[in-house]
């Protein structure tokens, strides 16, 4: 893997994130910690404090004592962050300077009408999405709001790969987004955040089909 000028741990802990977009690990494998620390070129120092921050993003869970494994799927637990990420994302919204604000809505509404399909795959959906979000909070100036949404989204993201894979033709309602901006160009803060939060509460219900009972 290529060196960069950060931290060994961020760098080994994104390469296990693409691996596992990609569709490399399954909900529930353990981890051979000397194998992949192997596998990477790196020692095992920076590969444990890598995987010690993916179990605090939710990604992995400790193996009762004999390392880490990624955390399996439940239904329970993906309701749980959606309505986590809903409303830190409602209130870095309200956190946002207003003159950014009216200065985006009308880009967001361009965006969310340029990708106007309801079915798409699921690779295309995210890519669109955490661009669109992304701008939307863009004048949030809470950093520290602003790397929970991006944890608490992590442990999100393995749903959509380890249940749905990059190409599966995913159900998707761009017209949620372009109330958002709508909303938001009437200056209507209230009705954007409410907006916002049916948003991900639509996405959770559509995943949840997806995902398989748990005992």
């Not at 985006?104 to 999405?129: G, K, M």
């Not at 209507?188 to 948003?199: F, M, S, V």
């Amino acid at each position: 893997m290529p060196i960069e000028r950060r931290p060994l741990r961020e760098q080994i802990r994104d390469e296990l994130m693409l691996r596992l977009d990609r569709g490399d690990f399954a909900a529930g494998t353990d981890i051979n910690e000397a194998a992949l620390a192997a596998e990477l070129g790196v020692s095992r120092t920076p590969l444990r404090e890598a995987l010690i921050t993916l179990a605090g993003e939710g990604v992995l869970e400790s193996n009762q004592g004999r390392g880490f494994r990624f955390a399996p799927v439940s239904r329970k637990e993906f309701r749980e962050l959606c309505a986590i990420v809903a409303a830190l994302e409602a209130l870095a919204l309200d956190s946002s300077e207003p003159a950014y604000l009216r200065r985006v809505a009308p880009d967001l509404l361009r965006l969310a009408q340029d990708f106007s399909d309801n079915i798409a795959e699921q690779q295309d959906i995210e890519r669109h999405d955490d661009e669109w979000h992304d701008l939307l909070l863009g004048g949030c100036r809470n950093e520290r709001l602003l790397d929970l949404i991006t944890s608490v989204k992590a442990g999100m993201r393995r749903y959509s790969h380890l249940v749905a894979g990059e190409s599966t033709p995913m159900e998707r309602a761009a017209e949620e987004h372009c109330r958002i901006a709508e909303r938001l160009i009437a200056r209507d803060l209230e009705g954007a955040a409410t907006a916002l939060r049916d948003n991900w509460v639509n996405g959770m219900e559509r995943m949840m089909s997806r995902i398989p009972e748990t005992p």
